[in-house]
């Protein structure tokens, strides 16, 4: 048997790819633009939608926390009108300064409870003396911060005055706490403390005695305060007088501490080696 064997050329490859004009494909681009467009601004047309419906409208605010000086009726007169929107469009960094410009409200955290309510948490200011001039309303906070409200709805309004630049009145506040309880194991009661323009500190007692503590830290002071605490009640005792017999006392001396006791001519008291 023969087999033959026959030699078939390959066919031309035909292209058949159809060109497309360039005004075509940006006429395709365009269309798919538009729908797209379409399709967005029909999805944020309907969630907006959604959002403006009634059930999201806020119903109220829930007030939590301290609020031992402020009440239902004060909040809602301060802040009730300072905000717009509901449950999804209420601007929550105006709703927290417009409780935190309340008086006495020191911080306001703020969040929303769904579908239409927003609770806030308030941190009032704890109060721990007076601050400025004598008839200043403002005060001193536990954190030293100076704040303004309204002096008569203290509990207690038996507090130590303090004053000096606004912008140190957290090292005032720090002096003061460090002071005074060397000051009370003396039975000596600080009334006020000031920080001076020079820089100088002076605390005045109860009993109306002025103490020049001078310049200097918190640690710088308590060491001239120190050295009078071990040597006042034995330099009053030999002069026949009680410790609040002490009319002013100067600390600012290198080698001991200036004392005037009432009846008694000024003593120098050297320091304790």
């Given at each position: ?33 538009m729908f797209a467009g379409l ?119 038996k507090m130590p005055r303090l ?18 309880p060397v000051l009370k194991d ?88």
């Amino acid at each position: 048997m023969t087999t033959r064997y026959t030699h078939m050329r390959p066919r031309p490859e035909v292209n058949t790819s159809v060109v497309v004009p360039l005004d075509v494909k940006l006429m395709h681009m365009a269309a798919s633009l538009m729908f797209a467009g379409l399709v967005v601004g029909a999805l944020v047309g309907g969630m907006w939608a959604l959002v403006q419906l009634p059930t999201f409208a806020l119903k109220g605010i829930t007030v939590k926390g301290d609020v031992e000086h402020n009440n239902e009726v004060t909040l809602r007169a301060n802040v009730v009108t300072k905000f717009t929107g509901n449950f999804f469009t209420a601007d929550l960094a105006r709703v927290r300064s417009a409780f935190e410009s309340v008086p006495w409200v020191r911080l306001a955290s703020v969040q929303r409870e769904f579908p239409n309510r927003l609770r806030v948490t308030l941190q009032e200011h704890k109060p721990v003396a007076y601050w400025g001039d004598d008839g200043e309303q403002r005060m001193v906070n536990s954190y030293g911060e100076v704040f303004e409200a309204n002096v008569s709805d203290l509990d207690d309004d038996k507090m130590p005055r303090l004053s000096g630049p606004d912008s140190q009145s957290q090292q005032v506040l720090s002096m003061y706490l460090a002071l005074a309880p060397v000051l009370k194991d003396l039975t000596l009661s600080l009334d006020s403390l000031a920080l001076t323009d020079r820089g100088s500190w002076r605390a005045k007692l109860a009993h109306g005695a002025v103490i020049e503590l001078g310049r200097g830290s918190v640690d710088e002071v308590m060491v001239r305060v120190q050295r009078v605490s071990q040597t006042l009640a034995q330099v009053t005792n030999k002069l026949g007088r009680k410790v609040t017999a002490i009319e002013s006392a100067d600390l600012r001396h290198d080698n001991g501490y200036a004392l005037r006791v009432r009846g008694v001519s000024t003593q120098d008291v050297p320091a304790k080696r």
